[in-house]
């Protein structure tokens, strides 16, 4: 069994930045793709970056390009998130996902079996 729990996600102003994390435990998911994605009140779970298995070779959404990057947190087992000039627009409940080991790196939500709960992220104007 994998867990995955995120934290980080609070209230901020835009243009502030913020750093989620993601911690795992459980199996132990080496050479997992892992990735981020975001849910908007009402509305469909969007990707928002991923990190390969393999070589840590990383993916964003045109959304959050140049803005966001995402890392691994190996003493965590888990993800980092850092976000940076936030707006509006980024409100929303931040997910942490994984697939399983030596698969390929996924923009795809279904392709993830493994989810946190969430940490929501409100950015005010």
Same mark, same amino acid.
Request: glycine share 8%; aromatic share 10%.
């Given at each position: ?7 980080? #996600?609070?209230? !901020? ?10 911690? #795992?435990? @459980? ?5 997992? /793709? ?7 009140? #009402? ?9 390969? @298995?393999? =070589? =840590?070779?990383?993916? &964003?959404?045109?959304? !959050? ?7 691994? =947190?190996? %003493?965590? %087992? @888990?993800?980092?998130?850092?976000? %940076?000039?936030?707006? /509006?627009?980024?409100?929303?409940? &931040? ?11 996924? %923009?795809?939500?279904?392709?993830? /079996?493994?989810?946190?709960? #969430? ?7």
């Amino acid at each position: 069994q994998v867990h995955l729990e995120e934290s980080g #996600g609070r209230l !901020v102003e835009t243009g502030d930045s913020l750093q989620l994390s993601c911690t #795992g435990s @459980g199996r132990i998911l080496n050479n997992s /793709p892992m990735a981020w994605f975001r849910r908007f009140e #009402g509305k469909e779970t969007d990707f928002v970056a991923a990190i390969a @298995g393999i =070589d =840590d070779a990383t993916f &964003y959404a045109d959304s !959050v390009k140049g803005r966001f990057t995402i890392s691994r =947190d190996n %003493n965590q %087992n @888990g993800l980092l998130l850092q976000m %940076n000039a936030l707006v /509006p627009e980024d409100t929303a409940r &931040y997910f942490c996902a994984a697939r399983e080991s030596h698969t390929w790196i996924s %923009n795809r939500a279904p392709d993830y /079996p493994f989810w946190g709960q #969430g940490t929501q992220v409100t950015v005010s104007s």
